[in-house]
């Protein structure tokens, strides 16, 4: 099992560029979800998906998209890149669980953004 | 929203020292999850706690959860290089909130 990957690495973007950020997971997991990482901020929810064609947003949704098709993927696009979306990103994914209580979570490696 | 706080935000310790970090949430929480980060790395999963009052022990880590399912604490007896990272915290079900993180520094 690769568990969860992410691509690319690193990336740079100017101000206004669009990109897809890629997650891929190898464990038929139903819940997938994208963070934010800033110093000092913790990690923040942007968007999440507990099944494929089913997406929400999180806390901090604005100048992101995601969409679901298959349980394998969930990728992340920036519409039009800011500097404050400058951050690491990462990609997370797990059993949905029952009754209130999650399965343990598996994050990928991280992208880290730069936009200029 | 649901808000959860983590204090305090940075501790250095001896080693051989304990350590504990503190997690209070504005909401009652489903569950209190708790992650480790290495410098560099990504959160890996530590543990998850659901009941009321729970405490669960992993070799030198106690996890506690609060009787009103509102605060929670990680415990590092006598603790050691390799408990360098930051530790968070995190609530809920679907969506899911993190707190700042404790960051550890541990002076041989």
């Known amino acids: 099992n690769a568990g969860v990957t992410q691509t690319p690495k690193f990336q740079v973007l100017k101000t206004g560029q669009s990109m897809t950020l890629q997650c891929a997971q190898d464990?038929?997991?139903?819940?997938m979800s994208w963070y934010r990482q800033d110093p000092g901020m913790g990690l923040r929810l942007i968007h999440y998906?507990?099944?494929?064609?089913?997406?929400d947003q999180g806390e901090v949704p604005n100048g992101y998209n995601v969409s679901r098709s298959t349980t394998e993927d969930f990728p992340l696009r920036l519409l039009s890149a800011a500097p404050s979306q400058t951050s690491v990103y990462f990609c997370?994914?797990?059993?949905?669980?029952?009754?209130?209580?999650?399965?343990?979570?598996?994050f990928g490696p991280g992208t880290r953004l730069l936009v200029l | 929203g649901q808000q959860v706080m983590q204090i305090p935000q940075y501790q250095h310790v001896q080693e051989g020292e304990d350590f504990t970090t503190y997690c209070n949430s504005s909401?009652?929480?489903?569950?209190i999850q708790w992650y480790k980060q290495r410098p560099g790395g990504h959160p890996v999963f530590l543990i998850q706690?659901?009941?009321?009052?729970e405490v669960k022990k992993q070799k030198r880590l106690t996890f506690q959860f609060g009787e009103a399912k509102k605060n929670s604490s990680l415990h590092i007896t006598a603790t050691q290089t390799t408990d360098v990272g930051t530790y968070f915290c995190?609530?809920?079900?679907?969506?899911?909130?993190f707190g700042i993180g404790t960051k550890l520094q541990v002076i041989p």
């Open positions: 997370a994914s797990r059993r949905t669980g029952t009754s209130g209580a999650v399965e343990t979570q598996y």
């Open positions: 706690l659901v009941k009321s009052g």
């Open positions: 995190a609530g809920g079900y679907q969506k899911v909130t």
């Open positions: 909401t009652t929480l489903s569950n």
């Open positions: 998906s507990v099944g494929a064609g089913i997406t």
């Open positions: 464990m038929n997991h139903e819940y």
